[in-house]
T-cell receptor
C-alpha cells in the first residue's frame, strides 16, 4: 500500500451543504486522483493533480472542485452537495516511475440526504 | 475517447471451477492494461498489469491475463477459483498520455462453496 488515508471514512450530509473530503499520502507521489464508484458505472475520474497547485478535470467533474497546496494532501470539495453525489469516493496516487501503477485509498462513503 | 467494456456483470462459480472474465478496450495505439480487484468492503488492489513484452501476464493469487492485440482484449483467467476470490474485478486502460486510468464497469464474481 502507498500510505494513503482518506478522511472522513463515512459522512452523511444534507442537500445544499458544502462537503470536503481529504486524501493524504506519505509516498511523495506526484500524481493524485479522485474517483467516484457507483454500481454499474465502475470508477469514474472526477479530478486529478499532477503536482502542487496543478489540477485537471476528469470525466465527471461537474459539481466538484479540488485543491492541492501540498504534495501529500489532495482535497475534494462538493460546493453544494446533491443527492446524485451520494457515492463512494476513492483517492489514488501514482508512482513517479514509468510504470504508471495507481494505488488506492480505503474510500469515503458519502450519503447526501 | 478510449473505453473499456466488461461484458460479464455478474458471475457465479463453484469452487475449483475455471474463471475467465472478458475485457475489451477501444484504442488503436499502444496500450497499458490493468486488472484490479476489490474485495468486499475494501479498496482496489492491483492484480496484474501489461505494458509490453510477453502478452501472457501473471499476477498475484494465481491470476493471469492474456493481451490479444488483434481482438483488443485483455481477459482475466484463473484455472481454479476459491471462495476467497469472491470480489469485484475491474479492467482498466491507461489513457490521457499515461496520466489517467479508464475503468470498465466491473464484474462481480461470487464463488460458492
Amino acid at each position: 500500500d502507498a500510505g494513503i488515508t482518506q478522511s472522513p471514512r463515512h459522512k452523511v450530509t444534507e442537500t445544499g451543504t458544502p462537503v470536503t473530503l481529504r486524501c493524504h499520502q506519505t509516498e511523495n507521489h506526484r500524481y493524485m486522483y479522485w474517483y467516484r464508484q457507483d454500481p454499474g458505472h465502475g470508477l469514474r475520474l472526477i479530478h486529478y493533480s499532477y503536482g502542487v497547485k496543478d489540477t485537471d478535470k476528469g470525466e465527471v467533474s461537474d459539481g466538484y472542485s479540488v485543491s492541492r497546496s501540498k504534495t501529500e494532501d489532495f482535497l475534494l470539495t462538493l460546493e453544494s452537495a446533491t443527492s446524485s453525489q451520494t457515492s463512494v469516493y476513492f483517492c489514488a496516487t501514482r508512482t513517479n516511475s514509468g510504470y504508471n501503477e495507481q494505488f488506492f485509498g480505503p474510500g469515503t462513503r458519502l450519503t447526501v440526504l | 475517447a478510449q473505453s473499456v467494456s466488461q461484458h460479464n456483470h455478474h458471475v457465479i462459480l463453484s469452487e475449483a471451477a475455471s474463471l475467465e472474465l472478458g475485457c475489451n478496450y477501444s484504442y488503436g495505439g499502444t496500450v497499458n492494461l490493468f486488472w484490479y480487484v476489490q474485495y468486499p468492503g475494501q479498496h482496489l488492489q492491483l492484480l496484474l498489469k501489461y505494458f509490453s513484452g510477453d502478452p501472457l501476464v501473471k499476477g498475484i493469487k494465481g491470476f493471469e491475463a492474456e493481451f490479444i492485440k488483434s481482438k483488443f482484449s485483455f481477459n482475466l483467467r484463473k484455472p481454479s477459483v476459491q471462495w476467497s476470490d469472491t470480489a469485484e474485478y475491474f479492467c482498466a486502460v491507461l489513457t490521457g498520455g499515461g496520466n489517467k486510468l479508464t475503468f470498465g464497469t466491473g464484474t462481480q464474481l461470487k464463488v460458492e462453496l
